[in-house]
Nanobody, 124 residues
């Protein structure tokens, strides 16, 4: 049974930084792409960033490009999202997800396992 557990969310002022982590268990972490999505109140869940199975390829939503960095440590079965220059518009629940293949994808259909999410709140 694959399990994904996010951590690192919290309340931060605009301009601040947070680092999210996602600990994976249940196998196959190192052989699948991983991704981060987020859902703000009253909005649909949206793509944030994704990374290929070995970490050599990354994709970002335009809204976070240049501010967020996705990375992974396959030896620790852990996914990260470094978030800098945070804005109030980044406020959302952030979800970690495991892909169906090795390439980073931007749509939900490319992912099959999801964590419970971690809340990120950015105050102005």
């Amino acid at each position: 049974q694959v399990q994904l557990e996010e951590s690192g969310g919290g309340l931060v002022q605009a301009g601040g930084s947070l680092r999210l982590s996602c600990a994976a268990s249940g196998g196959a972490f190192g052989s699948r792409a991983m991704g981060w999505f987020r859902q703000a109140p009253g909005k649909e869940r949206e793509f944030v960033a994704s990374i290929s199975w070995r970490g050599g390829s990354t994709v970002y939503a335009n809204s976070v490009k240049g501010r967020f960095t996705i990375s992974r440590d396959n030896a620790k079965s852990t996914l990260y999202l470094q978030m800098n220059s945070l804005k109030p518009g980044d406020t959302a629940v952030y979800y970690c997800t495991r892909g169906t293949g090795v390439a980073p994808l931007t749509f939900e259909g490319g992912y099959v396992y999801w964590g419970q999410g971690t809340q990120v709140t950015v105050s102005s």
